[in-house]
């Protein structure tokens, strides 16, 4: 599965933070699910990071082909596109502050 990370890292996707069986590319950050016909598809809880080999757009965005793999085998292998994320930048964002309209 490292080979597979290595060689076909462009087809990564993420497990959105939603709580819910939303992926996400990292390359293009286009939304979709595992394809009801994949092993993957019933597991619970859902693999947190995906390479797959094919972006199905029907009716609804599918990812065939999804290989379980480990998130930080992205950032070990292809460190040139990948880093660890900042407790900064995984924080949760600040509501934005209303603005006061005087009528």
Known sequence: RRCL???AWTNAAKLEQDGGVTYSTVL??????IHPQSTLFS????????IFTELRASPKRYLLGATEVDPQWLIE????FF???T???TAPKA???RKTVFM
């Open 77 to 80: 292998l292809v460190p040139d």
């Open 43 to 50: 597991r619970k809880p859902q693999p947190s990071c995906v």
């Open 28 to 33: 293009g950050r286009e939304q979709a699910k």
């Open 95 to 97: 509501a934005p502050k």
């Open 5 to 7: 990370v290595k060689a």
């Open 83 to 85: 880093r660890q994320a």
């Open 87 to 89: 407790p900064a930048e």
